[in-house]
């Protein structure tokens, strides 16, 4: 059985990594190409505007929240 640092399965979790990264953006590739052949770009505009900033806003709090934490992490541990 290999070990967890191997470099094989470096390799393999990397060729999966890419495979999901590719796919998932190769997803969103028909809906444009609709709203193009429709001539439909007002709601795919505004959609893609509030899941920016949503994501934006999301990521963050998650570094507000982790800072935070480590910060009161270290003051209760070490004083």
Known sequence: MASWNSTSLEIVYQVFGWT?????????YPQVILNFRRKRFLFFFFLDF?????????????????????????VVLWG
């Open 50 to 74: 509030f899941c920016s900033i949503l994501s934006l806003l999301s990521f963050s709090l998650e570094i507000l929240v982790v800072t935070y934490l480590e910060l009161l992490i270290n």
């Open 20 to 28: 999901a990264f590719v796919s998932w953006s190769i997803s969103f």
